[in-house]
């Protein structure tokens, strides 16, 4: 919603380019903040969600103004109390560190699983034969058959994560009470179960294409991963955590942040934010371990799939890094002169499962030396599944291309990716015949291998 907003306003506006990208950056952080009563980790947010191991400096002040202007509104009309209403957790024995590392660990792993698990149910949808507008539907049905086995994952999770917080486990309400297994293995499988069905609730209701967001839900499942891992300590080492309480408490409140700083690579923003949501640091320590654990062992697997490694990495800075360098190269010293290519009568089938093992977006199409088109991954997904083994490539294929020659800089080559929005191009000679391929990819290598051969490299 900020970010619809924010991107309304830029076209009221008129605003173009960096201005436009500022302002739809500060709305994301600032809707984040307001909603959340988080506003200095929403304004984070803002300036660490755009790339996994760097920040957008120039939107943090910016995000500050806003999301606390839109905290003091919305707080007004809905109180200034935290999200959740949870005891406040606390940290004082050191030897409990081995514990949050572990937690950590998990986190992290399970971090990479909820990113995978959600684009390849939202992948299963768009390639599949359900009409556009019935995917909703369908996705829906299976939320609901996940939901009649386990309640626990409907609605946005803030009360079962208060509840786990307090050793209410949200297994089964009978009578006025709450039932747990008298197992504490059984317990701690269910809390398992219930982590991996908010990630395949999250998936089918998002990934169908259904209103929602990932935050909510990557915290809940976080939670329940934590309350997981800490019966599990409490009942292998009892004699090691003298307040159980309070380290159930811990888990349940940090096992949240570090899952989704795993998943969205934002773990500053988000370790703030579960601070100011629950009104408390009492366990800044260790959770910074567990957050850093996590984002490391989650690697480059993103729950925004927008986002890219770092300013150098993004289209709206390449010319603040790239331009200067890249004028001087040419693109025979960085194109790949082997590449993958396909004949016009191959099978989109088996050209499918040739896409999805490269790292390029799309392969030439030749026939007899001539190169007549190209096909990517997103043509071949639009086709039916079913349709996949009896058309072929030459009835998709892109026959309208631009291109470069070898002699070309690698400037010329990115001006072209950007004016046709494309990541790659085929590489002509004067005969037009083709001779290799450029990525974007390759255009920052080869920047990158010129800055350290110069010995130019930025000191930070």
Not at 268 to 282: F, P, Q
Not at 343 to 364: A, E, M, V, Y
């Amino acid at each position: 919603i900020g970010a619809g907003a924010a991107s309304l306003l830029s076209s009221l506006a008129r605003l173009e380019g960096y201005r436009r990208r500022l302002l739809v950056a500060v709305g994301i952080g600032s809707g984040i903040g307001t909603i959340f009563k988080a506003p200095l980790g929403g304004a984070l947010f803002a300036a660490e969600v755009l790339y996994k191991r760097d920040f957008e400096v120039e939107a943090i002040i910016p995000a500050f103004i806003a999301s606390t202007v839109g905290y003091a509104i919305y707080g007004f009309y809905d109180g200034y109390n935290p999200v959740f209403d949870i005891p406040q957790a606390a940290f004082n024995i050191p030897e409990e560190l081995v514990f949050y590392g572990v937690l950590g660990v998990a986190c992290g792993l399970m971090g990479r699983l909820y990113a995978r698990a959600f684009y390849s149910i939202k992948s299963a949808f768009s390639s599949s034969s359900v009409p556009k507008v019935l995917r909703p539907a369908l996705g829906g049905v299976l939320t609901g058959l996940v939901a009649i086995l386990f309640p626990q994952v409907l609605g946005i999770g803030y009360g079962w994560l208060t509840l786990m917080s307090r050793g209410l486990f949200p297994i089964t309400y009978v009578n006025g009470d709450w039932w747990l297994p008298k197992s504490p293995f059984i317990l701690v499988l269910m809390l398992l179960v219930l982590c991996m069905a908010k990630i395949l609730a999250t998936s089918f209701t998002v990934g169908s294409g259904s209103s929602g967001g990932v935050f909510a839900p990557g915290l809940l499942s976080g939670a329940f991963l934590g309350a997981a891992l800490a019966e599990t300590f409490l009942t292998l080492f009892p004699t090691l955590i003298p307040n159980p309480d309070v380290f159930l408490t811990s888990f349940v409140v940090i096992g949240a942040m570090s899952l989704f700083a795993a998943a969205s690579k934002a773990p500053i923003a988000v370790l703030l934010m579960t601070c100011e949501m629950t009104g408390g640091y009492g366990v800044i320590a260790p959770a910074m371990l567990s957050v850093a654990l996590a984002y490391l062992l989650s690697g480059g697997v993103s729950i925004y799939r927008e986002q890219v490694l770092s300013r150098p990495h993004s289209p709206a800075h390449v010319r603040e890094y790239l331009i200067d360098v890249l004028e001087t190269i040419p693109v025979r010293e960085a194109m790949r002169k082997r590449f993958p290519r396909v004949r016009p009568n191959t099978r989109l089938n088996d050209i499918l499962r040739r896409l999805s093992t490269l790292d390029l977006r799309s392969i030439p199409v030749m026939e007899d030396g001539r190169l007549l088109g190209c096909v990517t991954f997103e043509d071949v997904l639009r086709v039916p599944r079913r349709r996949l083994r009896e058309m072929r490539v030459g009835e998709i294929m892109r026959r309208r291309f631009t291109y470069v020659l070898p002699t070309d800089s690698l400037y010329t080559a990115l001006k072209r990716m950007m004016t046709y929005n494309v990541d790659q191009l085929p590489v002509l000679d004067e005969g037009g015949r083709i001779v290799g391929v450029i990525t974007r990819m390759d255009l920052i290598r080869a920047h990158d291998e010129y800055v350290k051969f110069v010995g130019l490299e930025r000191k930070e």
